[in-house]
């Protein structure tokens, strides 16, 4: 599985950005992956879970993006989405989509997102 994230960009505090990871390769099918998500890396910290897309169709937020994030899979684009509504200086970070397929867990490249206040 490839993953190609973009979307990224600088954005002032209360904007809003959509990130797009588009899925390739073999077993990419998202229709078919039990789990996609988004994560993010902020300079001088650890990697941490933004919100998550299960085959189900249910989804998952940290609490500190419910309600201003939104996780979304367009299976004929074969895309998952993050749109980011409210975005504070507390979401600068390195967004990258991960998805769990039968052949393991992938992870993109990373897009950066920068909110100026």
């Known amino acids: 599985v490839q993953l190609q994230a973009s979307g990224g960009g600088l954005v002032q505090a209360g904007g809003s950005l959509r990130l797009a990871c588009v899925a390739s390769?073999?077993?990419?099918?998202?229709?078919?992956?039990?789990?996609m998500g988004w994560y993010r890396q902020a300079p001088g910290k650890l990697r941490e879970f933004v919100a998550g897309?299960?085959?189900?169709?249910?989804?998952h937020y940290a609490d500190s993006v419910k309600g201003r994030f939104t996780i979304a899979r367009d299976t004929v684009k074969n895309t998952l989405y993050l749109h980011m509504s409210s975005l504070k200086s507390e979401d600068t970070a390195v967004y990258y989509c991960?998805?769990?397929?039968?052949?393991?867990?992938?992870w993109g490249q990373g897009t950066l997102v920068t909110v100026s206040s």
């Open positions: 991960n998805v769990q397929s039968p052949s393991g867990a992938y």
């Open positions: 390769g073999n077993n990419a099918n998202i229709a078919n992956l039990k789990h």
């Open positions: 897309s299960r085959s189900g169709g249910s989804t």
